[in-house]
């Protein structure tokens, strides 16, 4: 059986008075005895929040602007209140204006201010996999928040990946869909491979201890940077290193990096697509989607040819591929709205 309660709402944090969006918030929602697809069961998981903007009702009292914003893997909710995108997208007369849209940007299960390993179980934490992250999204928004209905799922690497599943899942709950920087298959090939090999890095780092560590292992943060080089363009990576001596120091900078993740929730944030595969349910997504990829992407390469195919099993799907340019960095393009927002832009007005 699960419960759950919505705690008070708290004030802002300092990042947040920086950005002002009208009636920005954050809060926890606790679940309690959340049961895990594996059968493990947490006896009180907490997912935290932060939400732009005012719901808008109508006359049966349901919200009616609600849009849910997924982040990747290394990442948090307040991703999108960064620049890149907050910028572009949040303002006056924006496309989700935080004045006229109820903007809700979860911390993922295993991440942020949310329930992870690193609060204290260490290992013993569930091993969670993707459905059960967006068990516990579905969870926050309809019995948290109350909302049941969607005028947008709108996510970013990790976030888009959950975005075909939101589809899936819930079909008649949104309007609109909009998957980036994803692919709507299992992990396989090289991107299996560079998440493998962090993987391994960690498990058998001489400080690994079975992830039951009470010091950091330090050894598994030198292959870490790996995860950049599939994250970045060549371009852009050569930018950041031009010489021999400035390539070697912008790696001592992403090791330094490192540092400050906890090893058992990077273990977890990489393990965890594991039960990742909506291939064979894309014919039961409903809502008008537009996924949008990056040619430069080395996670999801444009070279395999597989999403005008994968895209063409729902009826109102739509695949576009940015060209590799001056403005695309590889799969982090996905933190610049500007190169994809007039995809956003025709999706709006497609599933008005």
């Given at each position: 059986m699960i419960m759950e309660m919505l705690l008070l709402l708290l004030p802002a944090t300092a990042w947040t008075e920086a950005m002002v969006y009208p009636n920005q918030q954050e809060g926890d929602y606790i679940v309690k005895n959340f049961e895990f697809r594996s059968g493990e069961l947490l006896p009180e998981l907490r997912l935290h929040y932060t939400t732009l903007g005012t719901p808008h009702r109508d006359k049966d009292g349901r919200i009616t602007n609600a849009v849910l914003m997924l982040h990747g893997t290394t990442g948090t909710g307040k991703n999108f209140l960064a620049a890149g995108i907050a910028d572009e997208l949040f303002g006056p007369g924006q496309l989700l204006d935080a004045s006229r849209y109820y903007l809700i940007l979860p911390d993922g299960l295993g991440r942020g201010g949310s329930s992870k390993p690193s609060d204290g179980m260490r290992s013993g934490f569930p091993h969670y996999g993707y459905n059960d992250v967006v068990a516990a999204q579905y969870l926050?928004?309809?019995?948290?928040?109350?909302?049941?209905?969607?005028?947008?799922?709108?996510?970013?690497?990790?976030?888009?990946?959950?975005?075909?599943?939101?589809?899936?899942?819930?079909?008649?709950?949104?309007?609109?869909?909009?998957?980036?920087?994803?692919?709507?298959?299992?992990?396989?090939?090289?991107?299996?491979?560079?998440?493998?090999?962090?993987?391994?890095?960690?498990?058998?780092?001489?400080?690994?201890?079975?992830?039951?560590?009470?010091?950091?292992?330090?050894?598994?943060?030198?292959?870490?940077?790996?995860?950049?080089?599939m994250l970045e363009s060549a371009v852009h990576l050569q930018t950041e290193g031009p010489t021999r001596q400035e390539a070697n120091a912008y790696y001592d900078k992403l090791v330094d990096s490192f540092r400050k993740i906890d090893a058992n929730d990077c273990f977890y944030w990489l393990e965890s697509s594991w039960d990742y595969n909506p291939e064979p349910d894309l014919g039961k997504i409903r809502a008008h989607l537009v996924a949008v990829n990056f040619a430069d992407d080395m996670i999801n390469p444009a070279e395999l040819n597989s999403m005008d195919k994968l895209v063409a099993k729902i009826p109102r799907g739509r695949f576009v591929l940015v060209p590799a340019g001056n403005q695309t960095i590889g799969h982090q393009t996905l933190t610049r709205a500007s190169v994809w927002k007039s995809y956003l832009a025709e999706l709006l007005r497609a599933s008005e």
């Open positions: 926050l928004i309809t019995k948290g928040l109350g909302v049941d209905h969607l005028r947008l799922v709108m996510g970013t690497s990790m976030g888009g990946m959950q975005t075909w599943m939101w589809g899936e899942q819930y079909p008649e709950m949104m309007d609109a869909l909009m998957p980036i920087a994803s692919q709507p298959a299992q992990i396989s090939g090289r991107n299996m491979l560079w998440r493998r090999i962090i993987i391994e890095a960690i498990r058998n780092d001489a400080g690994w201890d079975g992830g039951n560590y009470k010091v950091p292992p330090k050894q598994w943060i030198y292959t870490a940077p790996l995860l950049n080089l």
